[in-house]
């Protein structure tokens, strides 16, 4: 049974860093994409970033800011955000493809992510 599980959310000030973890588990993504989405209140859930190999892309509203990466002898992949703004606050979830294209296969639940002004 393949799980993702997200840490590192929590409440920051305005230009603050977080930096959110996944780590799958039940299956290893080492040939396919690991990625992050977000969902605000009220808000569909969008996509921020994601990465397979030798790609990665990233949301327009967050290029300069968030940093993706992946450990993959730790089947781990991570968010570093800095310079945050109210507007990232947003539940954010992980997600991961055995394939390098295409739809996602499996989520995680979630982390919670505040910023305050």
């Known amino acids: 049974q393949v799980q993702l599980v997200e840490s590192g959310g929590g409440l920051v000030q305005a230009g603050g860093s977080l930096r959110l973890s996944c780590v799958a588990s039940g299956q290893t993504f080492s040939d396919g994409r690991m990625g992050w989405f977000r969902q605000g209140p009220g808000k569909e859930r969008e996509f921020v970033a994601h990465m397979s190999t030798g790609i990665i892309s990233y949301a327009d509203s967050v290029k300069g800011r968030f940093t993706i990466s992946r450990d993959n002898a730790k089947n781990t992949v991570y968010l570093q955000m800095n310079s945050l703004k109210p507007e990232d606050t947003a539940v954010y979830f992980c997600?991961?493809?055995?394939?390098?294209?295409?739809?996602?296969?499996?989520w995680g639940q979630g982390t919670q992510v505040t910023v305050s002004s």
């Open positions: 997600a991961a493809s055995a394939s390098a294209v295409g739809k996602y296969d499996y």
